[in-house]
């Protein structure tokens, strides 16, 4: 008897259970990737959380101070009108360029349509722009001589140009124009994708039973796309509380303006998260307290969706 | 008859917004 065998008879100890073979492969394969986003994702989520729980002193490190900050939200006037902005840009916004894209994907997966590809391309073009870009390129097209009150001139619809960038209300609607413009098409291809996985029969027997078009879109097309729509009115909540090129762009003076848009019209969430962080005196305790608002507003809202969707998963 | 062109006028409706669109989204890369 060896030496080796000996001990492990003196101290017996149940083996160790092994993975098997094919976990083991898994899991070194996606051993990196999990490092990865724990790294990048996980630890950045619980810091900016324990972050938030702290405020700042001067010379001194940061006190834990509970929930202060989070009460802070409710008394700070500048968040709650960021918070209104976004809310207003959230509630117009999204549904009208929701709906725009649910006709146009009607429309184009209608085989009667003659050139569908090609007007598939051109309204989809728009999502392949740069953010930077076309919020440059609207905020010259809607300035006071700029080639939108030109040709509104020009039809004899406005007899004065429209203040569209220094107005506090028409700034907000050359954004959400500007927005819907940029998404709508995006959003198309989705529902176009989803129709098309829609089986002919279906629209076969409605038409032998007389269902007409609209009938058809409401009873078949609609709730055959639910999970799309509500995959798409998500993304869209997050993207418009998540906004920030679009009114950064299109204020005068960009980041380093006084305010973000005439009376800090087009201020959002995550434009005074920057300033918190950037502009003013950096607060970075502060702004991650407005992340997290932003994180509850998200879930609420997905949460809301998913009820009114009727989604049990 | 009257079936006829209400059809024709839908499918005219429809290529209308569909020009519309296009034109919209195609009109800024000009």
Known sequence: MTDKLMIKMANPRRPRRKLPRNDRYGWSFISLAVVILALFMLYPIVSSFIMSLYAPRQGFQPKFVYFSNYLRLFKDQVFLQALENTLIFFIIQVPIMLLLALCLAALLNNKAIKLRGLFRVGIFLPAVTSLVTYSTLFKMMFSLDGLINKFLLKIHLISSPIPWLSDPFWAKVTVMIAMTWRWTGYNMIFYLSGMQNIPDELYESATIDGANSFQQLSKITVPLLKPIILFTAITSTIGTLQLFDEPTNFASGGVTAATIGPGNSLLTIAVYIYNLCFKYMPNYWYAATVSYAIVIIVAILSFVQFKLAGERQ | ?30
């Open chain 2, 1 to 30: 008859m009257k079936m006829k062109m209400k059809l024709i006028f839908i499918r005219l409706a429809q290529y209308l917004f569909l020009v519309a669109a296009f034109v919209i989204a195609v009109f800024p890369f000009y």
